[in-house]
């Protein structure tokens, strides 16, 4: 007769094998990340994108231009063997009436002058130390000086290099022309680039006493960072001709 006790094991085998692990499977969070990062993202490309039109800037500025206005009278306060100060009352071309206290000035050269012949990567610049009584310390500049009325500039630009620094230039260039303080001063400040150097005697006025220096650009540059020069035609010019540089090897 058989035993009872081996029939019942195939029904206990059944038993063990139900799906229960194959219920826990059956969770849905997929679902749930499928939808909610993509709200996400929708919303996050709508910032960026308002983001990016806000910042847009048009693709050129409009060129300076002279405006109109009307100069009702101009009076001189000082005048002085530099400059001369002008109180002009006038209709400005919004309409409003002003009084302005100008100081009127014949324009200033400024001359990058650059020894390139070893290095045109990082070149030599004829640098001026000299002392500034308005500023009350000593500054670091490069070569300017004051034009003669009707002088033309660029003729002025190589009388002022040769005379403060003995050097003449085989090659110029005008790099930019700006306004220093358009607030309250008249003078405009042409800035050549001299190059091909030749050395000479200086011949600077009697109350110039001017040291002389050929620092390399990247010292400039160092120097400018540390705030080591604080003149503002000596910043805007070796900064100006260093991105230009930079602008040829494409970097």
């Given at each position: 007769?058989p035993k009872?006790?081996?029939a019942?094991?195939p029904?206990?085998?059944k038993k063990?094998?139900?799906p229960?692990?194959?219920?826990a499977?059956?969770?849905k969070?997929k679902k749930?990340?499928?939808?909610?990062p993509?709200?996400?993202?929708?919303s996050t490309?709508?910032v960026?994108a308002?983001?990016s039109k806000?910042?847009k800037?048009p693709?050129s500025?409009?060129a300076a231009?002279e405006?109109?206005?009307?100069?009702?009278?101009s009076?001189v306060v000082?005048e002085g063997p530099l400059f001369?100060?002008l109180?002009?009352?006038?209709?400005?071309p919004?309409g409003?009436e002003?009084?302005?206290?100008i100081?009127?000035?014949?324009?200033?050269?400024?001359i990058?002058?650059?020894?390139?012949?070893k290095?045109?990567?990082?070149?030599w610049i004829?640098?001026?130390?000299?002392y500034?009584?308005?500023?009350?310390q000593?500054l670091?500049?490069l070569?300017?000086?004051?034009?003669d009325?009707?002088e033309d500039?660029?003729a002025g630009?190589?009388?002022?290099?040769?005379?403060e620094?003995?050097?003449?230039?085989?090659k110029?260039k005008?790099?930019?022309e700006y306004?220093?303080s358009?607030?309250?001063?008249g003078?405009s400040?042409?800035?050549?680039?001299?190059?091909?150097l030749?050395?000479?005697?200086?011949?600077?006025?009697d109350d110039?006493?001017?040291e002389?220096?050929?620092?390399k650009?990247?010292?400039?540059?160092?120097?400018?960072?540390?705030?080591a020069?604080l003149d503002g035609?000596?910043l805007?010019?070796?900064l100006l001709?260093?991105?230009?540089?930079?602008?040829?090897?494409?970097l």
């Amino acid at each position: 007769m058989p035993k009872k006790v081996k029939a019942a094991k195939p029904a206990a085998k059944k038993k063990t094998k139900a799906p229960k692990p194959k219920a826990a499977k059956v969770i849905k969070p997929k679902k749930a990340r499928a939808t909610k990062p993509k709200k996400v993202k929708a919303s996050t490309k709508k910032v960026k994108a308002s983001k990016s039109k806000a910042a847009k800037t048009p693709k050129s500025l409009p060129a300076a231009v002279e405006a109109s206005e009307q100069l009702l009278s101009s009076e001189v306060v000082f005048e002085g063997p530099l400059f001369r100060v002008l109180r002009d009352r006038l209709i400005e071309p919004g309409g409003k009436e002003n009084a302005r206290d100008i100081i009127r000035h014949n324009g200033s050269v400024v001359i990058l002058a650059v020894d390139n012949t070893k290095n045109k990567r990082n070149p030599w610049i004829v640098v001026e130390r000299q002392y500034r009584h308005a500023a009350r310390q000593f500054l670091w500049e490069l070569p300017a000086g004051k034009l003669d009325a009707g002088e033309d500039a660029l003729a002025g630009a190589k009388r002022e290099l040769q005379e403060e620094t003995g050097y003449q230039a085989k090659k110029w260039k005008s790099l930019v022309e700006y306004y220093p303080s358009p607030g309250f001063l008249g003078e405009s400040m042409k800035v050549f680039l001299a190059e091909g150097l030749v050395a000479g005697d200086a011949k600077p006025e009697d109350d110039e006493q001017i040291e002389i220096r050929l620092v390399k650009l990247a010292d400039v540059i160092k120097m400018i960072d540390k705030g080591a020069i604080l003149d503002g035609k000596t910043l805007s010019s070796v900064l100006l001709y260093a991105r230009k540089i930079a602008g040829k090897r494409k970097l």
